[in-house]
């Protein structure tokens, strides 16, 4: 016989993890990769244990669908403001001066190689 679920999920305790500060990753100093205390989730337990797969997932999908929501909400003003006068003509010119430094950044590091 199967083990029945508890009808309400209740989320458990979470931390970030020490070892990454919570962001999933450890850094070194030729690559990155997912922290091996956190299993690359950026919490763990109460215990300070990474939290089981069954525990992290929710946790996770709601994160992530947060993230999708405020990423949604910020296409949707940018779109906005794509269709307020002026904006688009601002973005144009500030993209040309972008251009013009990059051009002279680079004229001034040829000068340089060159020994000028």
Known sequence: MAKSRPLHWQ???TENCPQCNGSGEWR???GTGPCAMCDGT???GEDGEAL???ES???LRRQR???AK???GARQHYRQLLHTPGVREALAAEQERQQERQRDE?????KRLRGG
Do not use: C, K, N, S
């Open 52 to 54: 089981p797969a069954h």
């Open 106 to 110: 680079d004229m001034a590091h040829r």
């Open 70 to 72: 405020e990423l949604e």
């Open 28 to 30: 070194g100093m030729f």
């Open 65 to 67: 669908d947060r993230l």
């Open 11 to 13: 989320e458990p305790t």
């Open 42 to 44: 950026g919490l763990v």
């Open 57 to 59: 997932q929710p946790i």
